[in-house]
């Protein structure tokens, strides 16, 4: 399961492309830039920089455990039979990025009942309160995320590297809401159309199933390897 560096770093890209669709995120964009207030805007810098900075501290809590879990994950990841439990993840991931729609029940998620609640409230008790419901939701399904803070420590990063890459992954995941921000700037009549889509379709959506199954896909790629590696060695 060892990779080169441009390949990892292809591999992250990969990943925070992925997570760029969270739908928690994303739909709180809209919700914040489509309310009527003078602070909508510093209020979202607020309510991503507290997401993100709690992937970040999380990041860093992860990369900084003991040394004997480190070596456990490596030694571990290069049995054939990780290889085979990340095959099997990767399969059962993106089986479920299609079977959960079928059992799905009603048209409105987590994030629409939250929004719907909240109403226009935009104070910062309540951007704090929604940065920390939102991340607490969707790490659970982060799962480009995990994978990789788990390459990183498994190809032993040292942490000149793992934090500026840490800290540029976690960027990447917002790009899409730092884009809408530029855009309400230059063009405001144009972006709140495209918020209202955004709010309309992304809120109501499945998008957090992309999510597994693209992650689905890297660990299946994964297992792959370290399967192949097992059986052919070089």
């Not at 309160?129 to 788990?150: D, H, N, R």
């Not at 899409?176 to 230059?186: A, C, G, N, Q, T």
Request: glycine residues 8%; contains cysteine; positive net charge.
């Amino acid at each position: 399961m060892e990779f080169g560096l441009v390949t990892l770093f292809g591999i992250f890209l990969i990943c925070a492309i992925i997570d760029t669709i969270a739908p928690g995120i994303l739909g709180a964009t809209a919700y914040i830039m489509l309310l009527k207030s003078r602070n909508k805007i510093r209020r979202l810098i607020l309510f991503l920089a507290l997401t993100q900075g709690a992937y970040f501290l999380l990041g860093i809590i992860f990369m900084s455990g003991n040394e004997s879990i480190v070596e456990l994950i490596t030694s571990v990841g290069e049995s054939i039979f990780m290889g085979i439990v990340f095959l099997g993840t990767g399969i059962l991931l993106i089986i479920a990025s299609f079977v959960i729609p079928r059992i799905s029940k009603g048209n409105t998620n987590i994030y629409m009942k939250l929004f719907n609640k909240i109403g226009d409230e935009l104070n910062v008790k309540t951007v704090i309160f929604m940065a920390v419901f939102i991340f607490l939701m969707e790490v659970t399904q982060a799962f480009p995320y995990w994978a990789v803070l788990g390459l990183m420590t498994y190809n032993d990063f040292s942490i000149g590297l793992w934090v500026p890459a840490l800290a540029v992954y976690n960027i990447l995941m917002v790009i899409p809401s730092i884009l809408l921000i530029m855009v309400y700037k230059r063009r405001p009549k144009k972006a709140e159309v495209t918020l209202q889509n955004l709010k309309g379709r992304l809120i109501r959506s499945n998008a957090h199933l992309w999510a597994i199954g693209g992650a689905g896909g890297i660990f299946f790629s994964i297992g792959l390897n370290v399967v192949l590696n097992s059986l052919f060695p070089h």
